[in-house]
């Protein structure tokens, strides 16, 4: 046939047969297996030679998943059993790939539904959004290992913080904390230590985290920096009798602040972040009165009052030395854990169990903490 003619021929094979790359497939598949399996035993079918290593014993059929659809391949068979393709641990290997890589892409937030989609496009296969839910599952070995490994050195500074995220329990959707403990090393290299899903921020739920914190051998611990919450604080002072707590000074400013007219907030939070900014408690008890004169001129008394009863709360970092202060005043630090939390749960929107909420929260938390792992954060005295 001339050039033409051929053409003709390939174009009208592959516009009228469908199954033309399936069978393409199936045909090269097959011979790979044959080839393999006279080489194995020495021969090909019907020959005798002296060099046969086995005598031939039928076949059976296995399904292989591949670009153009699911094939069934006939699998020679020897007498003895001892014949094993590697056609199908190469395809073992393929798949395992291909599971690793839908994990990761589920735990760098993209949903299940795209995972799904993503997969079907490249490889032809169709996969459900609770197949890839299950597969995900695989995190929870290696998440468990790391959430309740031992705690050796010790943590001088610790700093905790949550968020809530939507979750699905007993037919309604909940709110719960996604809370997340972060210690300092004494040679300054931050950690996340902690992750833990927990119904609200009340005194038994922290105190559950601080005993497994203890459990797992925290200790060391002289400085800690948390927002307001009593049942945090009232926890962390049972277990840690020593450590002098901080309160956030991000979170006392937008309390202070909301407390304020908005004529009043410019110059409340002028005379505020001048308290904040002082080097010494005794200079900075002095500005506080100032700025208690300001709240009486407004007649704000119960303000002047709530902030005489919680502004040493805030002070805490002043007995830290200078270069430390800027990082340890607030919880600021952990701004940035949770913007990428955020970014990942923002796809799952609302998680269905507590479960699932620990299992991609806290591969995010992991990755995270071993991101930090080279980085001194805090240069502390040894």
């Known amino acids: 046939m001339d050039r033409n003619k051929i053409a003709e021929k390939w174009q009208d094979t592959l516009i009228n047969q469908n199954d033309f790359m399936q069978k393409m497939m199936y045909e090269c598949l097959q011979g790979c297996i044959q080839t393999e399996f006279n080489k194995f035993i020495n021969a090909k079918e019907y020959e005798r030679t002296d060099e ?30 001892a014949f094993k393709t590697e056609l199908f641990d190469r395809y ?9 890589s839908m994990i990761e892409m589920y735990a760098s937030g993209v949903s299940t539904r795209k995972v799904s989609s993503i997969v079907e496009e490249l490889c032809g296969v169709s996969i ?3 197949h890839v839910s299950d597969l995900t599952k695989q995190l929870d070995a290696q998440l468990l290992q790391w959430r309740n490994r031992r705690l050796e050195e010790p943590y001088p500074y610790l700093m905790f913080d949550a968020r809530y995220e939507k979750i699905r329990e007993n037919g309604c ?11 300092i090393t004494k040679t300054g290299i931050r950690e996340i230590i902690g992750t833990w899903v927990v119904n609200s921020e009340s005194y038994e739920a922290w105190d559950d985290c601080f005993k497994s914190l203890k459990d797992r051998g925290l200790h060391g611990v002289e ?7 009593k049942g945090l604080r009232s926890a962390l002072q049972k277990y840690f009798q020593d450590a002098q707590l ?6 006392f400013m937008r309390n202070f602040v909301d407390k304020l007219a908005k004529s009043e907030q410019s110059e409340g939070i002028r005379l505020l972040q001048e308290v904040f900014a002082a080097e010494a408690k ?42 430390h202060r800027k990082k340890m005043k607030s919880t600021n630090m952990l701004e940035r854990v949770n913007q990428e939390l955020k970014r990942r749960s923002r796809v ?5 169990n507590s479960d699932s909420c620990v299992r991609l929260l806290g591969t995010v938390c992991q990755e995270i903490s071993e991101g930090w792992a080279n980085r001194t954060y805090l240069t502390l005295d040894k």
């Open 223 to 229: 400085y800690a920096v948390t927002d307001s919450n």
């Open 348 to 352: 799952v929107r609302i998680f269905p």
């Open 128 to 130: 459900s959004k609770s």
């Open 246 to 251: 901080q309160r956030c000074q991000v979170h």
């Open 282 to 323: 005794s200079e900075a008890m002095i500005r506080v009165q100032k700025v208690k004169d300001f709240l009486n001129l407004k007649k704000k008394d119960k303000v002047a009052d709530w902030l005489e009863e919680n502004i040493e709360e805030t002070l805490a970092v002043l007995e830290l030395p200078i270069e």
């Open 52 to 81: 046969r290593k086995g005598l031939r014993n039928g076949s059976y059929e296995r399904q292989l998943q591949t670009r153009v659809g699911s094939l069934t391949l006939k699998v020679c068979r020897d007498r003895e059993g």
């Open 173 to 183: 959707v909940v709110s719960k904390a996604f809370v997340v403990a972060v210690g």
């Open 92 to 100: 073992q290997r393929s798949e395992k790939a291909l599971v690793a």
